[in-house]
């Protein structure tokens, strides 16, 4: 059975080949996903790696989690399922209407 890992704290030079060649050594990799930020297009820093077996995985964790990849100390552990966040029809939690502390909202758009 496969085991997914969550591997953090990772150079932004750092490729998903170069993640696969880092894993394959401890077992066959059957996909890794690098986490990229949808607005610079850049990595975020961290990824995913899918181990064929648990004993890869197993082997994987206990060689690279600590070790120093590219300046960078690597965490690795198996990746647990992500949390289900509630929907907001607002489209995001941050930003809003005017007013608040930041005085009182401008409207440049009806100008005289």
């Known amino acids: 059975m496969s085991t997914k890992l969550y591997v953090g704290n990772l150079s932004f030079n750092t490729t998903e080949n170069d993640l696969q060649d880092l894993f394959t050594a401890h077992g066959p990799v059957t996909s890794v996903d690098m986490i990229m930020d949808k607005m610079s297009g850049r990595p975020r820093g961290f990824g995913f790696v899918t181990m064929e077996s648990s004993e890869g995985a197993t082997a994987a964790i206990a060689a690279l989690h600590g070790k120093n990849v590219d300046g960078r100390d690597l965490t690795v552990n198996e990746a647990r399922p992500r949390e289900e ?28």
């Open 85 to 112: 966040r509630p929907r907001s029809f607002s489209g995001g939690g941050a930003g809003g209407g005017g007013g608040g502390d930041r005085g009182p909202r401008r409207d440049y758009n009806n100008r005289y």
